[in-house]
Structure formats: C-alpha cells, structure tokens
C-alpha cells in the first residue's frame, strides 16, 4: 500500500487528519516541513474513534509520532510503500484483533 491509499476521515487545523489505509489499518497524518509533506503513523481502532478527545493532547500526539512511519510523500523514500499484512500484525494493528475486531484472513 502506498499513501494514495489513504482515505481521509477527519481533518484537525491545517496539519493532520485520521484515516484508514484499506479496511483495516487505521492511521494519523501529519504534514511535516515547508512543504506540507504528509507522513502516516499507525494508530489503533479506539484512537481512531476517540481523536476528537486526545487530538489537542501534545503528549498523545507525540506518542503516536515517535511511532514508526507507515508511509509518506518525500520522493525516493523508503517509506513510499509498506505491507498491508506487516502492518496488520505490529502491535498497533493487534489492539484491535486482541479485541475480536476482526480477524486475518
């Protein structure tokens, strides 16, 4: 998957949003340097649901930024593209599977 994969679900200020890459992989997007390119972290299903509350706590949002980066949008990166079933199995994808969300096929 790469970062046009990414369907955007909520916007905060001008420089981040929430969405999903696929059907199960949920992700945070921050535009980063003087170009607003985009990088995506990982982030669990109950973050997902629940960004309105922690979205304006500097402490979760670093959290979540100190996080490996999914993908992102600089030219010749080696973040252009990752593994759906990689993703799926980090420790942020099996929150929600520990959880009975849903299951690998």
């Given amino acids: 998957m790469s970062r046009k994969d990414y ?3 909520s916007c905060f200020f ?3 949003s929430i969405g999903m890459f696929g059907e199960y992989i949920y992700a945070f997007e921050q535009l980063t340097g003087s170009c607003d390119v985009p990088e995506y972290h990982q982030i669990t299903k ?4 629940t960004a309105d509350c ?11 930024l100190r996080r490996p ?4 949008g600089y030219r010749d990166s080696r973040h252009e593209e990752f593994d759906e ?3 799926r ?3 942020w994808g099996k929150a ?3 959880k009975g969300e849903y299951s690998i096929r």
């Avoid at 922690?54 to 979540?64: A, R």
């Fill in 7 to 9: 369907r955007r679900k």
């Fill in 14 to 16: 001008n420089t981040c």
């Fill in 46 to 49: 109950d973050e997902y649901e």
């Fill in 54 to 64: 922690w979205i304006m706590d500097d402490c979760k949002v670093m959290e979540i």
């Fill in 69 to 72: 980066i999914l993908c992102d």
């Fill in 85 to 87: 079933e990689e993703i």
């Fill in 89 to 91: 199995n980090s420790i």
């Fill in 96 to 98: 929600g599977r520990d």
